[in-house]
């Protein structure tokens, strides 16, 4: 209500100096006729008519009347080049600083209400530059400022910096107008005061703060390197830390621009992804999907029963997948890529320096002008009593432990609804094993809009997890008749405990990124849960990088070798050209059956940001393929901008649904929209069909109903 009492009060103020004429006053030519009375009425009563000229001032600036030119003039003239400098630069400030809280008070929240997360890099944008760019904008009027005025009062610049930066920023145009001013009476036109040489001092001072930055932003870098000598010479072009996704693409992007680099890896090289992640999961999800095929035969029109298989062998199996892979990530195959593979551990001495400790027990010392640092991250643990004692497996130790047993344990229970803890459950489930996951939150992969929990909480129990959703893991004992049971006690969601006895323990609940023992802490480079870095990747060294797990926010091979390309030329060519890594659609998958795979927005995204939406979906029940498959479950969802074609994310649920959702990452990364994916022909039948109808779906919806009756009409009439 207070807003629009104040709208309208000022929509009254503007309205009156328009129907009384009152611009009439703010000519030339009619400052030139009263530029006599007007020099009258300062010898009379100097203060009285400053303080009117002030008041004047600010009420026109603050409520973006036209006409500060000419009163910059009659100021000029009237009080002559200092104080009239003074009075306008105040009142100007000032005005233009009314005009933004007014902006602010009347429009702001609404703007951001209704923008949401849109707003979000912007807002952070100018909180860290706005004072800059403000300047700028100042400094060269190419805007309008009572349009700066407004629109700076829409955005989280704090007042203070916009009064301050403001009237510095004008100060030396306000000085231009007020000189002028005191020449009042040889100036013709008001295009006369500006010359084209003072056009160009304009544009020249427009320069001058982006040159100021680039020097700022120098010496903050040479900041950082005080008390560290560079070494003259380098040994490398660049040393990378990790040989994981991240390590292994930066070191080949390295060797393949002919850099000299050198890869260090403490373990295995490939990393968790072929060691101890997607590639062994991925290989127990086979066997266990297999398992459940031939439980499940008779949906297939054969003989179904319990499989017969040697635990060990799967086991096994998994071991010659990664056997298999390994070649592509080995020291062999990078050092005939023109890496340097060094097996051993890296610690980062100074910024320019790397110890290694070889896992031969020597150590050796390199240079590089630059280092990417793609440590990974490792399970994380979480602080359970008596965890330790019972025992427990991770990611980290399964693939090795679990192929010493013969069989599979009996009783097995996975701690995590994550994607990791869900694919796992799955698994070890159809393999026989009695799952029990437990989830402290209400429902499993909570990133996912709530419908897709379900489905995913359904193929669960399906395939026989008993999972339990709100239950929060207390702590671990031994208990049982003689104690030796192996048991964890966990709290319903109702409050109450319950004991769960199990065979093996599973930790799935998160993964921590590798920040210490390698030189980060000893550096001051700054980590939160991750490393933190810069757009470019940079660290607080600016020739030291971070990529992958280790830099997040996402964890995935996907990620992490995307990331790796943009650390990697950043640091070889970034003082030519630097890349901003580009997060914008970043796709992920979900490998239970059926899999969940998602780029962009989700729903209950859209909504968290006030991004406006649009829903279609298909369902695979429908599809010739998913129905000869006997795999309908599952769906195509689409989320686009209303009444557009516009993808603004999409989630499928289904059999390869991680293949199925390339491609709308690649329509969503090249801004093609449903409608040319309906234009696309799809081979008949394959799952990818359900993508074209999907996009058919959107176009139904958004059929022409007016000009189809007129068509209607048209064959009516054609009919005879
Ligand atoms: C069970 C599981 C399933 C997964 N499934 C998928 C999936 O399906 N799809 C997907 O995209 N992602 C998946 N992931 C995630 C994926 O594995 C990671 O995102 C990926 O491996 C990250 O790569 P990285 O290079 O950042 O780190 P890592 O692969 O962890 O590599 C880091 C390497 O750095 C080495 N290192 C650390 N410090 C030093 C040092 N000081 N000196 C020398 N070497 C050092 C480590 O030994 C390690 O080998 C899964 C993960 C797990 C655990």
């Given amino acids: 209500m207070k807003r629009i009492i104040l709208l309208a009060l000022l929509a009254a103020v503007v309205a009156a100096f328009f129907t009384f004429d009152l611009n009439q006053y703010l000519t030339l030519d009619s400052l030139k006729n009263s530029q006599e009375q007007l020099g009258i009425w300062q010898e009379e009563q100097p203060f009285a008519t400053a303080a009117v000229f002030f008041l004047v001032y600010i009420a026109a600036t603050a409520l973006s009347l036209p006409g500060a030119v000419i009163m910059t003039l009659a100021v000029g003239a009237v009080f002559g080049l200092v104080w009239g400098l003074m009075l306008v ?94 020449q009042l009476g040889q100036l013709d036109s008001l295009s006369g005061i500006v010359s084209p040489e003072i056009l160009l001092s304009f544009a020249l001072l427009g320069v001058f703060p982006l040159i100021a930055k680039k020097i700022v932003a120098l010496v903050k870098k040479r900041r950082v390197y005080k008390g560290f000598q560079k070494p003259a010479k380098f040994d490398r072009n660049l040393i990378v830390i990790g040989g994981g996704a991240a390590g292994l693409v930066s070191a080949y992007i390295a060797a393949a621009v002919k850099a000299k680099v050198t890869l260090i890896e403490a373990n295995k090289m490939g990393g968790d992804c072929l060691n101890y992640g997607c590639i062994p999961s991925k290989a127990l999800i086979k066997s266990a999907k297999v398992a459940e095929q031939m439980r499940h035969g008779d949906r297939y029109g054969l003989e179904g029963g319990e499989p017969q298989f040697s635990f060990k062998k799967v086991m096994q199996r998994i071991h010659d997948v990664i056997a298999a892979i390994e070649p592509h990530d080995s020291v062999e195959r990078y050092t005939s890529l023109g890496v340097e593979v060094l097996q051993g551990y890296g610690k980062i001495i100074d910024p320019w320096t790397v110890e290694i400790q070889l896992n031969d027990g020597s150590s050796q010392r390199l240079t590089a002008r630059s280092i990417v640092v793609a440590a990974g991250a490792k399970p994380f643990v979480p602080p359970i009593e008596g965890l330790d004692q019972v025992g427990y497996l991770t990611s980290d130790t399964l693939w090795e432990e679990l192929a010493k047993e013969d069989d599979i344990p009996k009783r097995m229970v996975l701690l995590g609804g994550g994607p990791i803890g869900c694919e796992l459950a799955q698994s070890f489930a159809r393999l026989g094993s009695n799952v029990i996951q437990v989830e402290r939150n209400e429902r499993v992969m909570v990133r996912e809009d709530p419908e897709v929990s379900v489905l995913a909480a359904n193929a669960l129990r399906k395939s026989g997890v008993n999972l339990l959703t709100g239950y929060e893991a207390i702590r671990c004992q031994f208990g049982g008749d003689n104690q030796s049971e192996k048991q964890l006690i966990v709290k319903n969601p109702d409050g109450e405990e319950e004991i769960i006895a199990f065979d093996r323990l599973i930790c799935a609940v998160g993964r921590t990124a590798r920040l210490t023992g390698y030189g980060l802490e000893n550096l001051g480079i700054q980590t939160e849960r991750t490393v933190v870095t810069n757009e470019y990747l940079e660290t607080l060294f600016p020739n030291i990088y971070a990529a992958g797990d280790v830099a997040g926010p996402f964890e995935f091979t996907h990620t992490a070798a995307h990331q790796a390309w943009y650390a990697a030329v950043n640091a070889l060519f970034g003082e030519w050209k630097s890349f901003k890594v580009d997060y914008s659609v970043i796709p992920w998958a979900t490998f239970i059956d059926p899999e969940v795979a998602r780029v962009g927005l989700s729903e209950t995204e859209a909504r968290e940001k006030n991004i406006p939406f649009e829903v279609t979906r298909y369902g695979l029940d429908d599809l010739d393929r998913a129905i000869a498959d006997s795999s309908t479950e599952g769906f195509v969802k689409v989320l686009t901008v209303p009444g557009k074609d516009k993808i603004l994310g999409v989630t499928i649920v289904g059999t390869h649904a991680g293949d199925l959702l390339v491609e709308y990452v690649l ?54």
């Fill in 89 to 182: 630069s105040f009142a100007s400030a000032i005005g233009a600083t009314l005009a933004f809280l007014v902006a602010r008070f009347v429009l702001r929240d609404s703007v951001q209400e209704r923008f949401g997360d849109r707003l979000k890099a912007f807002n952070q944008g100018v909180e860290r530059e706005g004072a800059f760019y403000l300047f700028t904008l100042r400094l060269v009027p190419v805007f309008p400022f009572f349009l700066i005025n407004l629109l700076m009062g829409l955005t989280p610049i704090k007042t203070r910096t916009y009064y301050w930066v403001s009237q510095i920023g004008m100060l030396p145009g306000t000085l231009i107008y007020v000189n002028a001013g005191t």
């Fill in 667 to 720: 329509a969503m990364k090249h801004g093609l929209g449903l409608s040319k994916i309906l234009g696309t022909i799809h081979t008949y039948p394959t799952l990818a069909e359900a993508n074209k109808f999907a996009a058919g779906e959107w176009k139904k919806a958004h059929a022409p109903e007016k000009l189809l009756l007129w068509i209607e009409k048209y064959h009516r009439w054609k009919r005879g």
